[in-house]
């Protein structure tokens, strides 16, 4: 085409330029307002995971089931969630992040409208799951949307800025807004409310967004999949059972043998296949394994401390939903202190060596504090100082581990390693959610059968929620010396992450941007 070459030079309104800076400012536009609607999807799934909390007990009340089963109502969502976002990854690249992204805020919508309306306990958990499920196709394609449009480094690094925000506050929006919806209408509007923002963002996505080619070379390893769910749901499944069974039952016994050898058979068929799900040299990196393990254990406390500490507010002190939501401020003080430290001086300066252990000791000392609860009150003495403890050591260790959980990955394995921590921390609130109701339900049942008391359920309650506090405790202490031996000395960690790196991969000095990527 020889007449296309001279057309730059051209006379002609070229003085002005509108023609390049309308080609320049409308793509512009376009990338922030593809960046609102991301933020909108993130925002939604971030606060359901949150927003049910509160409602739970009104739920409760309203469908009549029992304190042992209530975990599931938020272990199905964060399971389906958690086990599924990696497959959610690489159906993105199989079918297209838009066609994905559209997949997975109508498919939330229509579980959210589902659960709603759902007329028992089974269908809430059904509705929760498929939730979990569509949430975790609609993440990753989300977040590949956000970097594919954003290819200036500045530019992304500041869009990246936003999308954390909305990660870090889509947790409180999620308390206090389930609050308000609760207290003065139903929480049955705790889901109904992702329907809204669904459509919101479906009206700017089909518009706005352009779907990237597919990745010829993607493949869905079908085996791993389905192995590695169904480890994970074996495995949580016995621990929610040990409340009514026993921990020695068959019944509880059975599916954690059983998840365990669905996992490690999952472990055997990556190393074997040419498409892994999860590719193992990931994990064997002493920094990112660590930065998983971190992400896990921060996953079981805080889920499982919130879903006690929310029952506790609200069915031994009386708070009202919305009283309840706000109860939990201090918590979210306490994050953002510790992921604002964390990620501009403390990593840099002190490292994970130092960084995460420490959070470790002083989320602790928050479930050490919690076992000082009584029935007769106690927030503003015990409740609110444990959950500015519990922020500021979760808060460390979630930065730290969304900072360098993707660090150094190969480029084709980078969107693996970066929802793996995601992945772990979900994986861990769903166990954490099982675990601790599982111990506090016991301990309750055991107290009752043994104590006669003029206090009844409350005291048998809070007896229940203070053995549980007793075991985090002890977990986040062992947490603390494990990654205190795991993680490296600073000086080597960049050596390490480097030498794991290939060509393009992300270095270790971006870990800020990675933790912006979550």
């Not at 329907?195 to 479906?202: P, S």
């Not at 769910?229 to 921990?247: E, I």
């Not at 100082?385 to 808060?395: D, F, I, Y």
């Not at 959980?405 to 099982?434: F, H, K, M, Y």
Request: hydrophobic share 50%; glycine share 14%.
């Amino acid at each position: 085409m020889p007449e296309s070459a001279p057309q730059p030079a051209r006379p002609g309104p070229s003085p002005a330029a509108p023609p390049s800076a309308s080609a320049e400012t409308e793509p512009g536009r376009r990338r922030w307002l593809i960046l609102a609607v991301v933020g909108i999807a993130q925002l939604m799934v971030v606060l359901d995971a949150t927003i049910v909390n509160i409602a739970l007990p009104s739920a409760q009340r309203a469908l009549g089931f029992s304190t042992t089963d209530r975990q599931w109502v938020i272990t199905a969502y964060a399971l389906a969630f958690g086990g599924l976002l990696i497959v959610g990854g690489r159906l993105s690249d199989l079918l297209g992040r838009k066609r994905t992204f559209i997949a997975g805020l109508a498919g939330f919508a229509a579980a959210s409208a589902v659960g709603g309306a759902a007329p028992d306990f089974g269908a809430l958990v059904a509705a929760r799951a498929v939730q979990g499920g569509f949430g975790a196709l609609l993440a990753p394609s989300a977040l590949a949307l956000l970097i594919t449009n954003f290819t200036d480094e500045r530019e992304r690094g500041k869009a990246l800025g936003i999308y954390t925000a909305i990660a870090g506050g889509g947790g409180a929006v999620g308390l206090i807004l389930g609050g308000v919806l609760t207290e003065y209408l139903s929480w049955r509007w705790c889901l109904y409310v992702n329907v809204a923002f669904a459509v919101l963002a479906l009206a700017g996505a089909i518009p706005l967004i352009r779907n990237q080619p597919r990745n010829p070379e993607a493949r869905l390893d079908v085996p791993g999949s389905i192995l590695v769910a169904g480890g994970l749901v074996g495995t949580v499944y016995g621990f929610s059972q040990a409340a009514t069974n026993g921990w020695g039952a068959a019944a509880t016994i059975g599916p954690i043998v059983a998840g365990v050898v669905l996992l490690g058979a999952f472990v055997a068929v990556e190393r074997r296949v040419a498409h892994p799900l999860m590719p193992l040299a990931i994990i064997a990196n002493r920094v990112r394994g660590s930065a998983y393990l971190g992400a896990l254990t921060a996953g079981i406390g805080l889920i499982g401390a919130f879903l006690l500490i929310t029952y506790y507010l609200q069915d031994v002190q009386g708070f009202s939903p919305l009283r309840t939501g706000l109860a939990f401020l201090p918590f979210i003080a306490g994050v953002v202190v510790a992921a604002n430290f964390v990620s501009n001086r403390g990593l840099r300066r002190f490292g994970p060596k130092v960084i995460v252990p420490a959070g470790m000791i002083v989320a602790a000392a928050a479930a050490g504090w919690l076992t000082g609860l009584s029935v007769h009150g106690g927030y503003g003495t015990r409740v609110a100082p444990a959950l500015v403890l519990l922020g500021l050591g979760t808060g460390a260790i979630i930065t730290t581990a969304f900072s360098l959980g993707p660090t150094g990955a190969r480029p084709a394995d980078s969107g693996v390693a970066a929802a793996l921590v995601n992945s772990s921390n979900q994986v861990g609130g769903s166990l954490g959610a099982a675990l601790l109701n599982t111990i506090a339900a016991s301990a309750t049942a055991s107290y009752l059968a043994h104590h006669a008391t003029g206090l009844g359920v409350a005291a048998a309650t809070v007896h229940g929620d203070v053995v549980s506090f007793v075991f985090l405790a002890a977990l986040f202490g062992a947490g603390a010396v494990i990654t205190a031996i795991l993680y490296p000395r600073r000086a080597t960690i960049t050596a390490r992450l480097s030498a794991a790196a290939g060509p393009g991969s992300l270095r270790p000095e971006q870990g800020t941007s990675v933790q912006a990527a979550r």
